[in-house]
């Protein structure tokens, strides 16, 4: 049973960090795609951050390049979020997805994935 689990969410001030993790089960990241998504209440879900399972390339959204880094530990079936410099336009519930990796590069977009987690909430507030 293909399963991911997101911690790390919380409250924290503005110019703050907090390293959110997805854990894998019931399959190996070794081949897998993941994507970090967020969405804020009223919002669309949007993708802040993905990784290829082949060479490790990376991809930001243009709100978050410079202040998030994306890292996979595939040892460990993980995957993480760095998040620094927060602002509050960064309170959202925090998703990752996943996806088969068949070579197409990013993955920015919700129905591009095939697995969800249940999410984390990040609240950037003083």
């Known amino acids: 049973q293909v399963q991911l689990v997101e911690s790390g969410g919380g409250l924290v001030q503005p110019g703050g960090s907090l390293r959110l993790s997805c854990a894998a089960s019931g399959f190996t990241l070794d081949y897998y795609a993941i994507g970090w998504f967020r969405q804020a209440p009223g919002k669309e879900r949007e993708g802040v951050s993905c990784i290829s399972s082949s060479d490790g390339s990376t991809y930001y959204a243009d709100s978050v390049k410079g202040r998030f880094t994306i890292s996979r530990d595939n040892a460990k079936n993980t995957v993480y979020l760095q998040m620094n410099s927060l602002k509050p336009e960064d309170t959202a519930v925090y998703y990752c997805?996943?996806?088969?990796?068949?070579?197409?590069?990013?993955?920015?977009?919700?129905?591009?994935?095939?697995?969800w987690g249940q999410g984390t909430q990040v609240t950037v507030s003083s």
């Open positions: 997805a996943t996806r088969f990796d068949v070579g197409v590069f990013p993955l920015d977009r919700a129905y591009e994935y095939d697995y």
